[in-house]
């Protein structure tokens, strides 16, 4: 489940042109600028890998990105569980 905060970032990168066919590493970029502004000195990291694609998002929450197949997904990536796929960027 995601959190407000979360949540916020991930509408505010839709705002600033995230979306699930726009390019990974720009969407990486866009999520990163909206942590900034919802939560000043945040850092997107790196939260492992699905598949051999790199997951990008919050250590704290577990949520975060993965490209798969060039569509970008928002996931919940939490340490020593399933990575949960929670939907396209953007939809």
């Known amino acids: 489940m995601m959190g407000a905060k979360d949540a916020a970032v991930i509408s505010l990168a839709i705002e600033k042109g995230a979306s699930a ?3 990974f590493l720009g969407n990486v970029s ?3 600028d909206a942590l900034q502004q919802v939560i000043p ?3 997107i990291n790196l939260l492992g890998h699905l ?3 790199p997951i990008y998002g919050s250590l704290r929450s577990g949520i975060g990105i993965v490209e798969r197949s060039g569509i970008t997904y928002i996931v919940q990536a939490v340490r020593g ?3 949960k796929i929670l939907g396209k960027l953007g939809e």
């Open 21 to 23: 066919t726009g390019g």
């Open 30 to 32: 866009r999520i990163s």
């Open 41 to 43: 000195g945040a850092k």
């Open 51 to 53: 598949n051999g694609s």
């Open 81 to 83: 569980q399933t990575v």
